[in-house]
């Protein structure tokens, strides 16, 4: 399983950015996707979550500024963020709880995209 991420950038605060994260390769179903974050210096944190039944989970930093959403059909997972702060910048991460059996539950993460949020 490969996953994809795609959308980091350099973006002023204030600002707004999209991410998207492509599940691919031996997949049988997808139970939660996610986003992580990283900022320099810092432990990896959860920023935002949903469950197969579309049921969200958000850190209280981003609450309210960014929206995750899934597209079954395509695998994917979205993180939409809106006025974005500087501390905001990070290396985000996406997650993929899933089966490639029935049984065979996996965890995968993808490999981070930049984002930065000049002031």
């Known amino acids: 399983v490969q996953l994809q991420a795609s959308g980091g950038g350099l973006v002023q605060a204030g600002g707004s950015l999209r991410l998207s994260c492509a599940a691919s390769?031996?997949?049988?179903?997808?139970?939660?996707m996610g986003w992580y974050r990283q900022a320099p210096g810092k432990q990896r944190e959860l920023v935002a979550l949903i469950t197969s039944g579309s049921t969200t989970n958000y850190a209280d930093s981003v609450k309210g500024r960014f929206t995750i959403s899934r597209d079954n059909a395509k695998n994917t997972v979205y993180l939409q963020m809106n006025s974005l702060k500087p501390e905001d910048t990070a290396v985000y991460y996406c997650?993929?709880?899933?089966?490639?059996?029935?049984?065979?539950?996996?965890?995968?993460w993808g490999k981070g995209t930049q984002v930065t949020v000049s002031s």
């Open positions: 997650n993929v709880d899933l089966y490639q059996g029935r049984a065979t539950r996996m965890n995968y």
């Open positions: 390769g031996s997949i049988f179903s997808i139970n939660v």
